[in-house]
């Protein structure tokens, strides 16, 4: 490809509304195009790297015996009112009207679709399994769409279904994706991480998320150094500290803690370690009848360490709490503890209510809480002593770094992540709710076992920039980048010398199979490298006519310092090692 015959289109600034680095980077090297509010016409410098990323992506699927098909962007509400999710989704799904009043949706996924398929086509359980996959656009209405590719409205995924006869073949199925994933990611060549994810709903503990490593991420990634463990914040367990409860040593005495109501402030106050303070989280849970009238609300008293912060996902599983809760009112928490926020605690409550402890809390002695009187604390608390034992105790806090490894192979550390693919176990969830069935051995219906597994194409540019990039641009994997390499002759136009040895340097690599580009735009060579820095091509080779009477080339790696002077009769050579490399 000649530079001249391509489109190029560089900005010196980014515009004012690009938040995070790949939103400036791929804006500023003419990848993308603001159309509307999360919506971007991609450039073909940046569809060079998606259709990249595509390859290796159907590479890899097929590989792993899935199967390619093609679903429509738009899709009719009716199979989404089989499973509930036309109502439920809430305004993130864009739901849409034919000339005929007919309702359809502008898909977001398409389990709904491919489980129609399924009922349809695969009659027996001698088809199975099958899993079916397509590359597709896909538009979530998302309320602040930002950070460019990372968070828009419209984006492409890769999403994959498959369909088995039984939780074992289904567990194959999951484990075949995964391993395809770790190579697609490996190909990439980006630096991520297959952390263990909440399973909700469904429950099952067959959930992967791939992260991949960003200061910048959204997420927290809890990770073992030593070992393979690792999740997301919201799965990764606490354990028990390991320690017995030492016996109290301290009396229980009513302190004066005037306008104190945060743990540290308390702790501050007391001259004590904020790791001695207990914080009282007051929730309800609320039961309904078959007409929607409120039956009974039961409210709840949550202990976690005051230097620790409550995992909400975690509380979902405890038992009592698992079909939802909120955050208790004023007027409940009035009933409960006669006190405002800021002074609660368990001691001397009004109305009886569950405690439900943090582990951490539950092995806690001598220890300060809230004294349900406005201005006061409890210190020297001590459990058996002064109040009973919690009704439950449960891991319901987030880990901090340096907590023990579940896996005991040492301590936890946390590290931010952007997360770009899940695979996930979906059991009979849409199956059953659409009475997806196949003909098993005794000529009998049975539901489809399921299983989904995403990965988000578009946003892995994003991803990959905020993991690889410098102040002078984007620094893309072999792999990803738009073009592997880049030739730029100085003064080509000036010299017959200069453009040939170019020319035959740029027809000796495209023979060889590399992606190269040749800058044939006569560029001032400040402007043409900067260019290529910013476009993030990995390797460069430069041709000047000094060079050339030297015999010498000059190659440089996009994240080398200074550029390597290679003999000119040498340089393909070279080239083709350093991509093996």
Known sequence: MRASQFFISTLKEAPADAEVASHKLMM?????????????????????????????????????GAVELLMPVVQPAELWQETGRFEKMGPELLRVKDRHDRDFIIQPTSEEVVTDIARQELRSYKQLPKNFYHIQTKFRDERRPRFGVMRGREFTMKDAYSFDRDAAGATRSYES????YKRIFDRFGLEYRAVAADTGAIGGDLSHEFQVIADTGEDAIVYCPTSDYAANIELAEAVAPAAPRAAAAEALVKAPTPGKSTCAAVAELLGLPLSRTVKSLVLATDEWNDEGDLVKSTVWLLLVRGD???????????????????????????????CKPGYLGPIGLKQPLKIVADRTVAAMSDFVCGANDEDFHFTGVNWGRDLPEPDVVADIRNIVAG??????????????GIEVGHVFYLGTKYSKAMNATFLDETGKPALFEMGCYGIGVTRILGAAIEQNHDARGIIWPDAMAPFTLAVCPIGADRSAAVKAAAQALYDELDAAG????LDDRG???GAMFADWELIGVPHRVVISDRGLKEGQLEYQGRRDEAATKVPAGEVAAFVKGRLKA
Not at 514 to 517: K, Q
């Open 28 to 64: 500023r090297a003419g990848m993308i195009k603001r159309l509307g509010a999360g919506i971007y016409n991609y450039m073909p410098m940046g569809l060079r790297v998606i259709r990249k990323v595509e390859a290796i992506i159907r590479e890899e699927m097929n590989r792993a």
């Open 177 to 180: 994706m995964f391993a395809a």
């Open 308 to 338: 620790h912060e409550m995992n909400e996902i975690k509380v979902g599983k405890v038992e009592g709490l698992k079909s939802g809760f909120r955050f208790a009112t004023a007027a409940e928490i009035d009933a409960h503890f006669g």
């Open 403 to 416: 907590d023990p490894s579940p896996d005991g192979q040492g301590v936890l550390a946390i590290q931010r």
């Open 514 to 517: 590399i992606d190269v580009i």
């Open 523 to 525: 560029e001032r060579p």
